[in-house]
């Protein structure tokens, strides 16, 4: 009997030195893992692009802003205004600019009535209605005064929808039957 719990003990010995020289005991050390500045990753989903992303400038004075908004009238909309545009801008600015813009776009909206000056616009006046769709896209894109800008929080083209929404919704523009 001694010699067989002798055996049983050298085994279980032997067993746990050899689970333990196994390589699972290693694995957070042995992981591959990017390290910062070692090498360039590849970017992923929803990165913010380095190069070759927002075309819309950035200017960093008021003059620089209202020029840059003047530039924006040869952006072109390469959104058609399809029904499906309209309804993605309509539920982008439910989501989006309602708060602030109400939902008729008379600037009327719950956090917009808390603002003393200045308001937020009236999407149905003319001030908004003829501006050209880049400088309606510049706007969303930059900001204007109280306004914040939506460049982070909606896609170039989910913005192009808005556009689409605000100038069919509140300017009564045709829709794009293409």
């Known amino acids: 009997m001694r010699i067989r719990h002798a055996l ?3 085994g279980l010995l032997g067993y746990a030195s050899t689970v333990a020289g196994l390589p699972w005991d290693r694995d957070m050390v042995d992981q591959p893992s990017a390290k910062p500045q ?3 990753a590849p970017p992923g989903p929803g990165a913010v692009p380095v190069r070759g992303g927002e075309t819309v400038v950035a200017p960093t004075t008021e003059q620089g802003m209202f020029d840059a908004k003047d530039a924006a009238i040869s952006i072109e909309n390469p959104v058609a205004a399809t029904p499906e545009s309209l309804a993605r801008g ?3 600015y439910q989501t989006n600019c309602i708060v602030c813009h109400g939902p008729e776009g008379r600037g009327d909206g719950p956090v917009g009535l808390k603002f003393a000056d200045p308001s937020p616009a009236d999407l ?5 209605q003829d501006q050209a769709d880049g400088q309606v896209f510049f706007t969303l894109t930059r900001g204007r005064s109280a306004m914040p800008f939506y ?4 896609s170039p083209e989910e913005r192009w929808d808005v556009v ?4 069919h919704e509140f300017g009564k523009t045709e829709i794009d039957e293409k």
Not at 124 to 128: G, I, K, P, V
Not at 151 to 154: G, Q, V
Not at 164 to 167: L, S
């Open 90 to 92: 309509k539920s982008f």
């Open 124 to 128: 149905n006046d003319a001030y908004t």
């Open 164 to 167: 689409n929404y605000i100038k």
């Open 8 to 10: 049983i003990a050298l």
């Open 151 to 154: 460049r982070d929080a909606l």
């Open 38 to 40: 070692e090498s360039i």
